[in-house]
T-cell receptor, first 117, second 115 residues
Framework: GAVVSQHPSWVICKSGTSVKIECRSL??????MFWYRQFPKQSLMLMAT?????????EQGVEKDKFLINHASLTLSTLTVTSAHPEDSSFYIC?????????????FGPGTRLTVT | QQQVKQSPQSLIVQKGGISIINCAYE??????FPWYQQFPGKGPALLIA???DVSEKKEGRFTISFNKSAKQFSLHIMDSQPGDSATYFC??????????????WGLGTSLAVNP
């Protein structure tokens, strides 16, 4: 149980284009999903908290106009990297928190490797 | 200011030995402490977690020890195996209510178990 998927698992795009990453909770509903970014050999950096049906809450320093988050249903959140540049190349990971009320556990997707050329 | 401090940064253990990773936190309002395991190129996987009203929790070969007065918690991996070689992250749940509760992460420990 508590399986989270991400699509695509890797993507290469040209500078200036936009890329959408999907995060799905497969066997549970999640009011809250999280988007992280991770650089090689570093810890996870929370980018934003996504709540179904409402605007995402972005962490300080994260550009909300560049990283668009939509949480359209209780099982799907999307992250769109707009006008991507090489410095946006990174490993993006989503997580989902089971349940309709605030709980504790977060279950992570397998991650998406983004390379911007 | 790092709210969750993890040590050591890297650890080498012989097969069959005990791996011990430590974390210390600052905020006494933290109320949930998970450990995650991450293999290269994969997302983190929840290993085991503890609440502050419990001093120890064991699941298979993995044990969390929690010291509330010292604001420290640790992960013990008994009978370490080469397949345990991965990066381990501790975290603490921020005391925000409801849906805005989020995890504060340690910097990670790279564990290598020699065969």
């Amino acid at each position: 149980g508590a399986v989270v998927s991400q699509h695509p698992s890797w993507v290469i795009c040209k500078s200036g284009t936009s890329v959408k990453i999907e995060c799905r909770s497969l066997d549970f509903q999640a009011t809250t999903m999280f988007w992280y970014r991770q650089f090689p050999k570093q810890s996870l950096m929370l980018m934003a908290t996504s709540n179904e049906g409402s605007k995402a809450t972005y962490e300080q320093g994260v550009e909300k106009d560049k990283f668009l988050i939509n949480h359209a249903s209780l099982t799907l959140s999307t992250l769109t990297v707009t006008s991507a540049h090489p410095e946006d190349s990174s490993f993006y990971i989503c997580s989902a928190r089971p349940g309709l009320a605030g709980g504790y556990e977060q279950y992570f997707g397998p991650g998406t490797r983004l390379t911007v050329t | 200011q790092q709210q969750v401090k993890q040590s050591p940064q890297s650890l080498i253990v012989q097969k069959g030995g005990i791996s011990i990773i430590n974390c210390a936190y600052e905020n006494t309002a933290f109320d949930y402490f998970p450990w995650y395991q991450q293999f290269p190129g994969k997302g983190p996987a929840l290993l085991i977690a503890i609440r502050p009203d419990v001093s120890e929790k064991k699941e298979g070969r993995f044990t969390i020890s929690f010291n509330k007065s010292a604001k420290q918690f640790s992960l013990h991996i008994m009978d370490s195996q080469p397949g345990d070689s991965a990066t381990y992250f501790c975290a603490a749940s921020s005391p925000h209510a409801g849906n805005n509760r989020k995890l504060i992460w340690g910097l990670g420990t790279s564990l290598a178990v020699n065969p």
